[in-house]
């Protein structure tokens, strides 16, 4: 809502409350379309200024709200200015087999994460950024940052290995900017060809790091094994759980999180009871099963309030978190009768409001 002076109406603007005549009559009711007539009528009555609703005020999705508002268009802001930025700073370290100034990334990394007043809203944030289509890979790349300082403070890490953590999302996929964009974005389904290659990332961004620069062994290791799995289907060697440096564990996580948040040409980008749900299928084997339980605990008591469809089409509020399945709540339907997801198998959420 914003107060507009009646001088500046314009026909089509719409009435966000009620508006008064100094006897508090109303003279105009709340959502009424501004014509020419009206405007007469608040000239006649001596009115100055009228409520008049935004953009943000016919939002009807929650994430809908968070993109209209000013902290995101503030934090969008910010984000592509410094973008470049941090682009700039690796591939010139890349193109010229140079180290990189991490300095100057965690510099790009405050300036923009204090646009955002909590991690939920930062993760709001950065849900709602499209990268262009050649930037998929460096925008990849910073999201993780970002990411990593709020999983590592829900963590409780030190501030010492929340830095650790931050740094080893700038470069764990370092590799990738050496694989051809056309097979790393590629849309249809890998040749087993294109998939080896694909895989070499985390080697090529090994041998990178480790012959350009002095990093911290843990950046290294993220770099290396952050497509490793704590049941030993990972690779490049199929390490399991504590064979895998603890970076690498809680990389994989942010990797994976960012990925599901992104659009991708064969899917929309997932919400966030989608994700949960995506790693419980997994039943977690594949992850450091007390950093995951952490993260996803927090996104979804995150959702408490919200407005939820369900994929039949019903729409309810979830008014608590089932610890135990954390992608099936306790949701208050329309009717207002409640249903609890964990004994519905067949029920999942399908939108956020």
């Not at 974005?185 to 620069?213: A, C, N």
């Not at 790693?279 to 007390?290: L, P």
Request: hydrophobic content about 40%.
């Amino acid at each position: 809502m914003k107060s507009v002076a009646r001088m500046e109406l314009k026909p089509g603007m719409i009435t966000a409350e009620d508006v008064l005549n100094y006897k508090n009559e109303i003279i105009v009711t709340a959502n009424t379309r501004i014509n020419d007539t009206i405007i007469e009528k608040l000239a006649r009555q001596s009115i100055l200024v009228v409520p008049i609703k935004e953009d943000i005020d016919f939002a009807t999705t929650h994430f809908e709200k968070v993109r209209l508002s000013e902290g995101f268009k503030n934090f969008e802001s910010t984000y592509k200015i410094y973008f470049p930025v941090f682009k700039h700073v690796v591939m010139n370290a890349v193109n010229n087999r140079l180290p990189i100034n991490m300095e100057q990334l965690m510099d790009v990394y405050r300036n923009i994460i204090v646009c955002a007043k909590s991690g939920e809203l930062l993760l709001d944030y950065l849900y709602n950024m499209l990268p262009g289509e050649d930037d998929m890979t460096h925008a990849h790349c910073l999201n993780s940052a970002l990411i990593a300082g709020v999983f590592g403070t829900w963590l409780g890490l030190s501030n010492e290995d929340t830095t650790l953590f931050i740094q080893s999302a700038f470069l764990y996929d370092i590799g990738k900017l050496s694989i051809p964009y056309q097979i790393l974005w590629k849309p249809e389904r890998l040749t087993s060809e294109e998939y080896r290659l694909v895989m070499r990332h985390t080697t090529i961004g090994y041998d990178f790091l480790k012959s350009y620069g002095d990093y911290n062994e843990h950046i290294l290791n993220a770099t290396l094994q952050h497509h490793e799995r704590c049941d030993g289907s990972g690779y490049p060697k199929a390490l399991s759980d504590t064979e895998i440096d603890r970076f690498a564990k809680y990389i994989a996580i942010v990797d994976t999180y960012e990925a599901m948040t992104s659009p991708r040409s064969y899917r929309q980008k997932l919400n966030p009871f989608q994700i949960i749900a995506n790693y419980e299928n997994e039943g977690f084997v594949k992850y450091d099963y007390a950093a995951i339980k952490s993260i996803l605990s927090h996104i979804a008591n995150a959702q408490l309030g919200f407005n939820v469809q369900l994929n039949s089409g019903q729409i309810g509020e979830v008014i608590l978190i089932n610890e135990k399945a954390l992608s099936r709540p306790l949701v208050k339907m329309q009717d207002n009768s409640l249903l609890d997801m964990s004994t519905n198998k067949q029920l999942s959420i399908v939108a956020v409001f």
